[in-house]
Nanobody, 110 residues
Framework: QESLVESGGGSVQAGESLRLSCAAS????????MAWFRQAPGQGRDGVAS????WYADSVKGRFAISQDTAKNTAYLQMNSLKYEDTAMYYC???????WGQGIQVTVSS
């Protein structure tokens, strides 16, 4: 069974860093297929970063970096200089397969 599982979320202070991981299982993720979205309470799900390009939302440019380790079949989202407004549920997705992880919470306190 194909799946994506996120890890690495948690609660941090503003200015700190977190690295999210997204492990694919049951298949091999393609090199240009992984992306990250986030959804804050009461808001829609917005794109954050895509390995294709790569592409970043304006709100995270210069602070977040997406990467992929094909040997580990895992994608990452390095998040630096976190801000209160980065608080959200973060989801990884394989845009080539339409596969989504279950999401992981990131909470940034100011």
């Amino acid at each position: 069974q194909e799946s994506l599982v996120e890890s690495g979320g948690g609660s941090v202070q503003a200015g700190e860093s977190l690295r999210l991981s997204c492990a694919a299982s049951g298949y091999t993720a393609g090199r240009d297929c992984m992306a990250w979205f986030r959804q804050a309470p009461g808001q829609g799900r917005d794109g954050v970063a895509s390995i294709r390009g790569p592409w970043y939302a304006d709100s995270v440019k210069g602070r977040f970096a997406i990467s992929q380790d094909t040997a580990k079949n895992t994608a990452y989202l390095q998040m630096n200089s976190l801000k209160y407004e980065d608080t959200a549920m973060y989801y990884c997705t394989d845009i080539c397969r339409g596969l989504w992880g279950q999401g992981i919470q990131v909470t940034v306190s100011s």
